[in-house]
Nanobody
Framework: QVQLVDSGGGLVQAGGSLRLSCAAS????????MGWFRQAPGKEREFVAH????????YYSDSVKGRFTISRDNAKNLVYLQMNSLKPEDTAVYYC?????????????????????WGQGTQVTVSL
């Protein structure tokens, strides 16, 4: 089990950038696949990106591919989400999540179900 604290959200104009951070506590951080999800008002939680345990393989939703980059620093127990070319439709509360499960299928980690630990969320608002 890991405890997660999300940060880095804020208000930004369309076309701008933000970097979200997720700090994890616990010795087993490097044995978890890490993901970012988001939830806009009135909508279901949506997959954004995930990264494997070693940080060598990443996977993105089509809506953010080419604009967002997920990365991790296992020495510092940190996960990042660099968000560029932000659009108003990116407005949401963003959550990082940790999964201790293993699968070679990247699609497996696009669902919230494999993730047992979640951050508290950080608000991202993109204005026109």
């Amino acid at each position: 089990q890991v405890q997660l604290v999300d940060s880095g959200g804020g208000l930004v104009q369309a076309g701008g950038s933000l970097r979200l951070s997720c700090a994890a506590s616990g010795r087993s951080f490097s044995s978890h696949t890490m993901g970012w999800f988001r939830q806009a008002p009135g909508k279901e939680r949506e997959f954004v990106a995930h990264i494997d345990r070693a940080g060598g393989r990443t996977y993105y939703s089509d809506s953010v591919k080419g604009r967002f980059t997920i990365s991790r620093d296992n020495a510092k127990n940190l996960v990042y989400l660099q968000m560029n070319s932000l659009k108003p439709e990116d407005t949401a509360v963003y959550y990082c999540a940790a999964s201790s499960l293993y699968s070679s299928n990247s699609y497996f980690f696009t669902s919230p179900l494999p993730y047992g630990d979640w951050g508290q969320g950080t608000q991202v608002t993109v204005s026109l």
